[in-house]
Nanobody
């Protein structure tokens, strides 16, 4: 079965860190571009960052630049989103998604999606 599974979401205090994982099953990740997205309560889902097949990261949201980083371990079929200096406004459901074409801020480009993992930043 082809699927993506996110994990690592949790309740964390402001200023804290979390590492989210996006694990692929049923397919190899090495030929896929992986995007990370977030849906805050009451808001539309937004694109955060994307990692290319050559391990270059593109950040689309200015507020995550310098705080979030993306990495991949193709052998483990897993992509990670390292989040540092977390803020209450980072609260939301985080999703990963893939496509084999390119990194894009357009969500319609991504054709495989995980179910999401909840991140709550609160004291």
């Amino acid at each position: 079965q082809v699927q993506l599974v996110e994990s690592g979401g949790d309740l964390v205090q402001p200023g804290g860190s979390l590492r989210l994982s996006c694990a692929a099953s049923g397919f190899a990740l090495d030929t896929y571009f992986i995007g990370w997205f977030r849906q805050a309560p009451g808001k539309e889902r937004e694109v955060l960052s994307c990692i290319t097949v050559s391990d270059r990261t593109v950040h689309y949201l200015d507020s995550v630049k310098g705080r979030f980083s993306v990495s991949r371990d193709n052998a483990k079929r897993t992509v990670y989103l390292q989040m540092n200096s977390l803020r209450p406004e980072d609260t939301g459901v985080y999703y990963c998604a893939t496509n084999q074409a390119y990194c894009s801020r357009a969500q319609s480009v991504y054709d495989k999606w995980g179910q999401g993992t909840q991140v709550t930043v609160s004291s």
